[in-house]
């Protein structure tokens, strides 16, 4: 099934140059399915990157589902254009009273910052508490995955000696859950972050649960609530050439940043990525979607709880 998304959403003419199917809501409308509802939260200061490469792993699903985005009110993005933001974003304030199947929370370029100092940490922790009865699963990235975890749980993030830069490798620990099915016994993950959670102080938490680490990168995926709420450190929605453009990017800045290990082939920044992470994120979402999303969540959306 295609993916049901706002008209003239640019996703949507980006991934049909990839033979992506999606559909806007004109035809959708005319379609008569229950789709499920999703809606992201996108902290990310590049929306229609952050957008795009969603949508493409949320495609490859058999699943008809209706994207919609959300946006805090205390912050205005500016590497998004305004029309952009005014068309297909809306303020939480105007969503508090919607039901969805799932929620994706995205990453936020706020690490450096104690929780409490960021502009919008009221209101985010306001979604936080709202989306554990308004929607069935939700999924938090990266920085969304550490404010999570901090304020549902008072797991605190520490500070690295340099950036954890690169694609690592990971090991499941708990592969008979549903998240894992199809993975192999080790998958690649990139990440791209300047603090990290530790496995010590997961553990001491009785309602969470450590699904995946890593040797190198440490924590990676936690769960919580049966699955209703799942956190990952890492970033395996990145298209191939993410890490490149940033690593890139802070060069040109006189930023001190190091070559993303385990990345370009043969070690070399002019040579194209090696990708090895793709299979391990399609499979993921759709996972995620199927066993935690669809087959949890009530035919009447008006009842979860």
Not at 16 to 43: C, G, H, M, W
Not at 83 to 111: C, Q, S, W
Not at 119 to 143: K, N, P
Request: aromatic residues 12%; proline residues 6%; charged residues 25%.
């Amino acid at each position: 099934m295609p993916l049901n998304l706002p008209d003239r959403l640019p996703a949507i003419e980006l991934l049909k140059q990839e033979n992506i199917f999606v559909i806007d809501t004109s035809r959708a409308n005319q379609q008569d399915i229950r789709p499920l509802k999703i809606v992201v939260l996108n902290l990310m200061p590049l929306k229609i990157t952050t957008e795009t490469d969603l949508i493409r792993l949320l495609s490859n699903t058999p699943l008809q589902l209706e994207i919609s985005f959300m946006k805090v009110k205390s912050h205005t993005s500016k590497n998004t254009p305004v029309e952009h933001m005014k068309a297909f974003y809306r303020d939480f304030d105007l969503m508090r009273n919607e039901k969805y199947d799932g929620m994706i929370i995205t990453g936020a370029p706020v690490e450096h910052m104690d929780f409490e100092e960021v502009a919008y940490w009221d209101e985010i922790s306001e979604i936080f508490s709202w989306a554990r009865t308004h929607v069935t699963s939700t999924l938090y990235i990266c920085w969304a995955a550490q404010a999570g975890l901090y304020y549902h749980y008072g797991i605190p993030k520490y500070k690295l000696d340099k950036k954890m830069f690169g694609i690592f490798k990971h090991r499941v620990n708990k592969p008979l859950l549903p998240i894992f099915r199809g993975f192999d016994d080790e998958f690649f993950v990139p990440h791209s972050r300047h603090t990290e959670i530790r496995r010590d102080d997961i553990l001491k938490v009785r309602e969470l649960d450590l699904i995946s680490e890593s040797d190198e990168a440490g924590v990676y995926m936690v769960m919580a609530r049966g699955g209703r709420e799942i956190f990952v450190t890492g970033h395996s929605e990145y298209s191939p050439f993410t890490l490149d453009t940033e690593y890139k990017r802070d060069l040109g800045k006189g930023l001190p940043i190091e070559k993303p290990v385990n990345y370009y082939r043969d070690n070399d920044p002019d040579k194209a990525p090696m990708v090895r992470w793709c299979a391990h994120a399609n499979l993921f979402f759709q996972n995620w979607l199927n066993y935690y999303v669809y087959q949890e969540t009530p035919f009447d959306i008006n009842e979860i709880k």
